[in-house]
């Protein structure tokens, strides 16, 4: 097998491509794959800070590495969801890759800064553990970037990620979620931009990037996600894309290119009725928000950390900060896959 490019002896193969190619123009075609989706949606402006939401997994990573590649200043954020030893290892990689590199990597530890954890919330709630960690993580990641003047927040969602939702969202035909399913969701009152900039690449993509750029990750799954919808999903889209290459890609971007717009005006409508959650200011359409209830309920019957908890609430208050946070609502059943 040769180079598509270069006619050098190819290391990686893209069928989705029908190519192979050399790690120098395999590199290169990572980096272009990221340039375009930034560039197709208006992801980042020149100038614009960046806030990588980091999991220690192949895509954070490679999503972090791609964006200083391109250019863009980009920092880190890590966030501890308490879950045994995957919790520890993730950490570790995520602290490496920022330390080798010299780059700042924020951190927040559910259980330190908010009293609970992402297997004690699924216990607390009776909600799948990814419920409960998916909230937190958009409502942590929103409120990290707000209070320390990031422009937009990335995710590692990549291809098989974003299409395994729009499947679920199909199959049940959850048009709000399809009106915001969408590489670049735009700031709003309390919400900072967010951004997917992996979504041209699969995950095996992500993951030659990785090896071929020597970024070691955690390769070790979330014991949490077994079982979960998203996964199914996956494995059927797997299948489809063995007999006929390119069939991933061409029902997500076709969806972005010709079908999204059709359901935008249903998420707007939703946006539409927000207000501020009393307890932390978030935009939410309950009486208090979903973040907050969670934390509520994880707390149960821990002093400590409903103290805590208090404590922050009206540090937050005094500080005037909490007014701008915010919690986005998220397909039902996806892992959050900051990856
Ligand atoms: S970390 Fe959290 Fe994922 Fe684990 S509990 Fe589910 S959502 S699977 S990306
Ligand atoms: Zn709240």
Redesign the pocket.
């Known amino acids: 097998m040769k180079c598509r490019r270069c006619r050098a002896p190819a290391v990686v193969d893209v069928r989705r491509h029908n190519a192979a190619f050399c790690r120098e123009c395999f590199l290169r075609h990572v980096r272009e794959q990221v340039r375009r989706a930034i560039d197709d949606h208006d992801m980042l402006q020149p100038g614009d800070r960046v806030l990588v939401a980091i999991s220690g997994g192949k895509d954070s990573l490679a999503a972090w590495d791609v964006l200083r590649e391109l250019g863009y200043d980009a920092d880190g954020l890590y966030l501890g969801l308490g879950i045994g030893s995957y919790s520890d290892e993730s950490s570790r990689y995520a602290h490496e890759y920022a330390s080798r590199h010299g780059l700042t990597l924020h951190s927040v530890d559910l259980a330190r800064d908010y009293g609970y954890d992402v297997p004690g919330a699924a216990v607390a709630t009776r909600r799948a553990p990814c419920g409960a960690c998916g909230l937190s993580k958009r409502h942590l990641f929103n409120e990290v970037a707000l209070e320390r003047g990031y422009d937009a927040v990335a995710t590692g969602h990549n291809l098989d990620d974003e299409a395994a939702v729009l499947l679920g969202n199909v199959l049940r035909w959850e048009t709000a979620y399809l009106g915001r399913q969408h590489p670049v969701l735009p700031a709003a009152e309390g919400f900072v931009r967010k951004i997917k900039p992996l979504v041209r690449l699969g995950e095996r993509e992500t993951a030659a990037y990785c090896v071929l750029s020597r970024i070691d990750y955690i390769v070790e799954e979330c014991p949490m996600a077994a079982g979960n919808r998203h996964l199914g999903y996956k494995e059927l889209l797997n299948e489809l894309e063995d007999r006929s290459p390119g069939s991933k890609a061409a029902f997500l971007l076709g969806y972005f290119e010709r079908a999204h717009s059709r359901f935008a005006g249903d998420a707007a409508s939703e946006r539409a009725h927000l207000r501020p959650?009393p307890?932390?200011?978030?935009p939410?359409t309950g009486d208090?928000?979903a973040?907050?209830s969670l934390r509520a309920r994880a707390t149960v019957g821990d002093e400590a950390a409903v103290e805590l908890v208090a404590r922050r609430t009206a540090r937050g208050r005094s500080s005037g900060r909490s007014a701008r946070?915010a919690?986005a609502p998220a397909p039902p059943g996806a892992p959050t896959g900051a990856g």
């Open positions: 959650c307890e932390c200011g978030a939410t208090i928000c973040f907050c946070r919690t």
